[in-house]
């Protein structure tokens, strides 16, 4: 049974000019909702929450790029001027987006081959199609467009080697055949790309691995602003694709993943972006 939002927050709500699109989103069940027109108080949003203190570094025209939106859940929490969400079948409305915001429904793949040259973002967050070929593919190309800002990935260490499987529907499967604990966790095999990271990129990027709040997620920012970042080649990729959840978190999240909290990635990633 859902609880009655707080006098609080429906006062935030009001205040905020997001009222009348929540009522009408809950009047209508089953239909794809309205995106809030404007962003509203964090608290238990870690992505969210993470996003807007990098963002914060950036006064002024800050300008956010999420791949993989779906609900819109983490992109109307997003405080920027300029909000871009990239999803193929968005799960909310589109026809009247608010202020600032634009949604581009198509792949990460044709959103980064069709984008004009002198795009740039400050952030982006990459939660699209778990796939490690795929993710790495959209690590790269964010690179491109946010070449002195930071890129946040999602999902990099799987609760479990079934949540490890890049096929979502078998995951899901055999979390309820097995009856595992938390039976809608899936994360794919992103992780792989952290390896990659690890192996191929670290003359070139800098990155740490945010864990202990929230689900874990990898920051990565440039080394420097005028060097092309090249993917690893299809063989180093094949091999890295060899690599089980068991082999890569046999003991834990690894230090090649480079853990840190939360608070210490933030101050690590915003005291070197000063100097890009």
């Known amino acids: 049974?859902?609880?009655?939002?707080?006098?609080?927050?429906?006062?935030?709500?009001?205040?905020?000019?997001?009222?009348?699109?929540?009522?009408?989103?809950?009047?209508?069940?089953?239909?794809?909702?309205?995106?809030?027109?404007?962003?509203?108080p964090i608290r238990?949003?870690?992505?969210?929450?993470?996003?807007?203190?990098?963002?914060?570094?950036?006064?002024g025209q800050s300008r956010y790029l999420e791949i993989g939106v779906h609900m819109g859940r983490t992109l109307q929490q997003i405080r920027a001027p300029e909000r871009w969400g990239v999803e193929p079948?968005?799960?909310?409305?589109?026809?009247?987006?608010?202020?600032?915001?634009?949604?581009?429904?198509?792949?990460?793949?044709?959103?980064?081959?069709?984008?004009?040259?002198?795009?740039r973002f400050d952030v982006?967050?990459?939660?699209g199609l778990h796939t490690f070929q795929q993710t790495y593919r959209d690590l790269i190309n964010a690179l491109r467009v946010c070449p002195s800002g930071l890129v946040l990935i999602d999902d990099v260490v799987p609760v479990d080697s079934v949540s490890a499987n890049p096929d979502q529907r078998e995951a899901l499967e055999e979390r309820a055949r097995r009856h595992l604990q938390d039976p809608t966790f899936w994360h794919g095999d992103v992780y792989r790309v952290v390896v990659a990271l690890s192996?191929?990129?670290?003359?070139?990027?800098?990155?740490?691995?945010i864990v202990g709040s929230g689900n874990p997620q990898?920051?990565?920012?440039?080394?420097?602003?005028?060097?092309?970042i090249l993917p690893a080649?299809?063989?180093?990729?094949?091999?890295?694709?060899?690599?089980?959840?068991?082999?890569?978190?046999?003991s834990g999240v690894p230090d090649s993943f480079v853990p840190r909290s939360e608070d210490s990635?933030?101050?690590w990633a915003l005291g070197d972006l000063h100097r890009l």
């Open 124 to 127: 982006v967050f990459l939660d």
């Open 89 to 119: 079948h968005p799960y909310f409305r589109t026809d009247r987006l608010p202020k600032g915001v634009t949604i581009r429904k198509c792949t990460s793949d044709e959103f980064f081959a069709t984008l004009d040259a002198g795009q």
């Open 44 to 59: 238990f949003a870690y992505s969210a929450r993470r996003i807007n203190t990098l963002l914060a570094a950036f006064p």
């Open 265 to 267: 990635a933030m101050d």
């Open 218 to 228: 990898t920051l990565v920012w440039r080394k420097s602003v005028t060097e092309e």
């Open 1 to 40: 049974m859902s609880k009655l939002p707080s006098f609080r927050t429906t006062l935030e709500y009001a205040l905020r000019g997001n009222l009348r699109v929540e009522v009408t989103n809950r009047l209508r069940p089953g239909s794809r909702p309205r995106l809030l027109p404007r962003p509203m």
């Open 199 to 209: 192996e191929h990129h670290s003359s070139q990027l800098t990155f740490c691995t």
């Open 233 to 250: 080649n299809q063989t180093a990729l094949a091999g890295i694709e060899k690599l089980t959840y068991d082999d890569v978190f046999h």
